[in-house]
């Protein structure tokens, strides 16, 4: 079965500092990979995705992630945090083939410290 | 308006009784899923439905049921509530394979 792991529950940052949020997956095929971000009192909303096309990946509001098959990871960055990044973020691991079952890490929570 | 709607937002009840949780989407996609949302333990899933005749149970499924009344609804159903379902519940959809889900904003659910 596949699985996520998150590494830190919880990532404070400075404003304007580096944000990196880490994920690794186990999967014995390639699968699909994503992001996403979850506001207070909100549901889940999709940052980006990698579907093999390229190994980094462009998402919204600045993030980008990298796809590195040796390592098994897929980390989420972002040059520079905003206090408006402060949220919950996920990733998520879809099989492919079959019914394609998705699983999620168990998040972590970026402070942005101003 | 929402691509898909969760209703109740919040609820309260007791201990026995039977709640149903609704999903309605119009984004037109035939897979939809229900989760549970507990803190530092992410999102697990209850059930899954590709189509209205085709019904999974999920990894945490047991004290839960499902009905697909609709390619647009999809409801969870709680027959006996018991405190430790006190969770936060998504509904989602998803266009096919290797497509985002789209999430509801969620039911927040306290039995007491």
């Known amino acids: 079965a596949q699985s996520v792991t998150q590494l830190g529950s919880h990532v404070s940052v400075s404003e304007g500092a580096l944000v990196l949020l880490r994920c690794n997956y186990s999967?014995?095929?390639?699968?699909?990979l994503f992001w996403y971000v979850q506001y207070p009192n909100q549901g889940l909303q999709l940052l980006l995705k990698?579907?093999?096309?390229?190994?980094l990946v462009k998402g919204i509001n600045g993030f980008e992630a990298e796809f590195k098959k040796s390592e098994t990871s897929f980390h989420l960055t972002k040059p520079s945090a905003h206090m408006s990044d402060a949220a919950e973020y996920f990733c998520?691991?879809?099989?492919?083939?079959?019914?394609?079952?998705?699983?999620f890490g168990t998040g972590t929570k970026l402070q942005v410290i101003p | 308006d929402a691509d898909v709607t969760q209703t109740p937002r919040n609820r309260i009840t007791k201990t026995g009784k039977r709640i149903m949780l609704e999903c309605s989407q119009t984004?037109?996609?035939?897979?939809m899923y229900w989760y549970r949302q507990d803190p530092g333990l992410g999102l697990r899933l209850i059930y899954y439905?590709?189509?209205?005749?085709?019904?999974n149970k999920g990894e945490i499924s047991d004290g839960y049921s499902v009905s697909r009344q609709a390619q647009a609804k999809f409801s969870l159903s709680l027959e006996s509530a018991i405190p430790n379902q006190t969770a936060l519940y998504f509904c989602?959809?998803?266009?096919?394979?290797?497509?985002?889900?789209?999430f509801g904003d969620g039911t927040r659910l306290s039995i007491l």
């Open positions: 998520a691991v879809s099989e492919t083939g079959g019914y394609q079952k998705v699983t």
């Open positions: 999967s014995s095929v390639p699968p699909y």
């Open positions: 990698y579907t093999s096309a390229a190994t």
């Open positions: 984004k037109g996609h035939d897979r």
């Open positions: 439905s590709f189509d209205v005749k085709d019904i």
């Open positions: 989602a959809t998803t266009g096919g394979e290797g497509q985002p889900q789209h």
